[in-house]
C-alpha cells in the first residue's frame, strides 16, 4: 500500500511538470550554483551565498547528466525528494506508532497541495520535510532497536540535514538537542563513548564548512543566515541582541502562521499565488482535530508523543520568532510532525470503532471514513482548482516567469546580443539555452552589428514600483526615450501584456 501511495504520489507532482517556465529562483539559485567550485572540497560554494545549499545542487548536478532541458535538471530532483518525503513519512508514522497513522499521513501528505507546489520548484526548500523525516525516523529507530548505529546515523543526518540543505532546517538543531533532554531517561542504552562518537560524528560531517570558511568562501554565511530570521545585524553588539527580536517577532508572526495553517495563507506560498486565501491545511476544522490530538497526546506523553510534539512546538515557535515578516514556507518544517498528529487521531477513531458494537462502532468508523475522505478530496479539489486556474493568473504568471522563454527564443535569433533584462526574469538563462542546444534560424539579411535589446516586464502586469526614490526600469526607459516602441510584445495567456522587448543603438543607463 505504502508503494501505491508513493507511485501515485510521485505522479502528482510530476504531472504537467512544464505547465511553468523556469522562474527566476531556479535559475538564479539552483543552475546558477553549479559554477564556482572549491578546488580542493569540489563543493559549489556559489550556493552558500544564496537560497540553496549544496545537497540540492548536488542532486541537480546529477540531474543535469540524464536531461538537457533546465526545467527538468532542476526540478525532477525536487520531485523525487517530494514522493519519498511521501513514503519516509509513512516509515516515520510507522515507528513512531503503528502501521495506520503511516499510511494515513502518506495519504495526506500525497494530495496536500502544499507540499505538491513545493515539489514541482527546482529550489531547496523540499529538502526540509525530507530531512526532518529521516533524522527523526532514525532516531525512533535507535530508540526502538536501542541501536548504537541508528544513533551514529542520526547525528550524521542532523549535520548535514541542517547545515547543507535550506537555512530554515537550522532548527533542527535545537530541536534535537530539545528532544535528547527531555527523553534522555529513555536512552539509558546509549553508552557515554558513543554518544561522544556521534558527537565527533556530526562535528565531522560539518568539516567541509568550516574548510570553505577558512578557505575565504564562507566569510558572512552564517551572518547572512541570521539576518534573514532576524532583520538584524546579531554580531552588531553584545551576544544579547541576538535574542532581541524573539519576543516582538512572535507575537507578530505567530498568529500569522496559526492562521495560514487552518485560516487563510498569506499568499506567499512558493510559487503557489493562486491559491492564496486556501488554509495550507486544507479547511479550518482541522484545527480542532490538531488541538484535539495534542491535547490527548500530552495527557498520554508517551515517547513518541513527547518526540513529535517537542518538533512541532518547537519548530513553530523557532520559525515564528526568526522573522519579522512571514511567509508559509518558513514553517513547512513542522509539516510531518502536525500531519502524523492528524494521521493519528483519524487512526485513533478507526481503532475506538473496532472496540465499540453496534451503533457506536458504525458512528466511529463512519466519522473516520468522512473526516479521511473529506480531507483528500478537499486536498485534491483544490490542487485541481491550481491547475485550472494558475495559468490565468496574473500574479501567478509573473512570479513564475511566465513569458521569458518566448523572450529568450526570439532574442535567439540574432547572432550579436547583448541583453539588459527587469529584476526576477530568466530571459539569459534561457538565452544561453537556446544558443548552446537549439538549432534557431536567423532572419535574412541580418547585419552582424551589436544590438542591445532591453527585456522589461511591462507595466500592465507590473505596476510601476520605487525603490530609492526612482522609477522602474520600464519608466526610466521610457522617460529617456518617450517614442520608443516596443519591437516585440509578449502576452500571458489571460491576454494581458506580460514582456515588452524594445531595441537601442546605445546603451542606455538605468
Known sequence: MAVIIFILAFFIRFYRLD??????????????????????????????????????????????????????????????????????????????????????????????????????????????????????????????????????????????????????SLLFIPISLIVLFAIRKEMYWLKIKIALFGFFIF?????????????????????????????????????????????????????????????????????GQTLKGFPLLVYWPIFLVVLFSVVISFLKRSISDIIVLIWLFAGLIGSSCGVRYFQDRYIIIILPAILLFIAKFVANVFDWASKKTCFRRDFCLFSGILLLSSFIII???????????????????????????????????????????????????????????????????DSDRMKIYYVLWAPESHPVEYWDGRFNMYERLKHKNPDLKPIKIIYYPNGMQAIDIFELNEWVEL
Not at 109 to 135: D, E, Q
Not at 240 to 252: D, G, R, S
Open 19 to 168: 505547465m511553468f517556465p523556469l522562474n527566476h529562483d531556479e535559475a538564479i539559485w539552483t543552475l546558477g550554483s553549479f559554477g564556482n567550485f572549491d578546488k580542493f572540497m569540489h563543493i559549489p560554494v556559489a550556493c552558500f551565498r544564496g537560497y540553496i545549499q549544496p545537497v540540492f545542487s548536488f542532486l541537480a548536478l546529477v540531474s543535469s547528466k540524464f536531461f538537457s532541458n533546465p526545467l527538468f535538471i532542476v526540478r525532477i530532483p525536487a520531485v523525487i525528494i517530494g514522493s519519498l518525503t511521501v513514503f519516509l513519512l509513512y516509515e516515520l508514522g510507522k515507528e513512531a506508532y503503528n502501521r495506520k497513522v503511516g499510511l494515513i499521513a502518506a495519504l495526506l501528505l500525497c494530495f496536500l497541495p502544499w507540499h505538491i507546489l513545493h515539489s514541482r520548484v527546482g529550489v531547496s526548500l523540499i529538502l526540509t520535510p525530507f530531512f526532518g523525516c529521516l533524522i527523526f525516523l532514525a532516531l525512533f529507530k535507535s530508540i526502538n532497536k536501542q541501536s548504537n548505529h541508528w544513533f551514529l546515523i542520526f547525528c550524521f543526518l542532523l549535520a548535514l540535514g541542517s547545515f547543507y540543505t535550506y537555512q530554515a
Open 203 to 271: 562535528v565531522l560531517t560539518l568539516y567541509p564548512i568550516v574548510h570553505l570558511y577558512f578557505s575565504g568562501h564562507l566569510e558572512q554565511y552564517f551572518g547572512k543566515v541570521y539576518r534573514i530570521y532576524y532583520n538584524d545585524e546579531p554580531f552588531g553588539g553584545p551576544l544579547i541582541m541576538l535574542f532581541a527580536n524573539i519576543f516582538p517577532n512572535f507575537k507578530t508572526v505567530f498568529p500569522l502562521a496559526i492562521k495560514a495553517l487552518f485560516i487563510d495563507s498569506s499568499g506567499y506560498i512558493l510559487y
Open 379 to 445: 486536498a485534491a479539489g483544490q490542487y485541481i482548482y491550481y491547475c485550472r486556474n494558475a495559468l490565468y493568473n496574473l500574479e501567478e504568471c509573473r512570479i513564475s516567469s511566465y513569458g521569458c522563454a518566448e523572450a529568450a527564443r526570439f532574442l535567439a535569433r540574432f547572432p550579436n546580443v547583448e541583453v539588459v533584462t527587469d529584476e526576477n526574469m530568466t530571459v539569459i538563462t534561457y538565452l544561453e539555452y537556446f544558443k548552446v542546444n537549439d538549432k534557431i534560424e536567423k532572419p535574412r539579411n
